[in-house]
């Protein structure tokens, strides 16, 4: 093989490589609250929101609230930004951050809602629920 040819398929191989190192580190896993509060790095938990504990404070922007897994464990959660407008009709929440002083910091919040179709069925044309 001729030198450049090398030349070109190590780089490639180390940018490939760089690549594939910035991929991984950029994953971000679901883990149980347990493991959230031990892991000391940036995580996604998810849970059910516990509706009464939901405290928004205008003056700071910072939004409190729990969720509860499917185990019954529950976790502190605190969130620096607006409340999300659909916060109250959450089936589900996912909240990427970390846990630190108690409470779990998150940097981002992802609310689910119930699909429109799911409450109701969908009608067919003779009005037949499917």
């Given at each position: 093989m001729?030198?450049?040819?090398?030349?070109?398929i190590g780089v490639i191989v180390v940018f490939m490589g760089f690549a594939a190192i910035s991929f991984q580190?950029?994953?971000?896993?679901?883990?149980?609250?347990?493991?959230?509060?031990?892991?000391g790095r940036t995580v996604q938990v998810k849970g059910a929101t516990i509706q009464e504990s939901?405290?928004?404070n205008m003056d700071t922007k910072t939004f409190n609230f729990k969720l509860v897994d499917d185990r019954g464990d529950e976790l502190q959660v605190m969130y620096n930004g607006v409340k999300p407008s659909n916060f109250e009709r959450a089936t589900e929440v996912v909240a990427k951050g970390r846990y630190q002083n108690g409470v779990f910091m998150a940097?981002?919040?992802?609310v689910k809602c119930p699909s429109k179709?799911?409450?109701?069925?969908?009608?067919?044309?003779?009005?037949?629920?499917?």
């Open positions: 001729k030198p450049k040819y090398i030349i070109g580190s950029s994953l971000t896993p679901y883990v149980a609250f347990a493991e959230a509060k031990t892991s939901a405290q928004y940097d981002e919040l992802l179709y799911e409450a109701e069925g969908v009608h067919g044309v003779e009005g037949e629920q499917s």
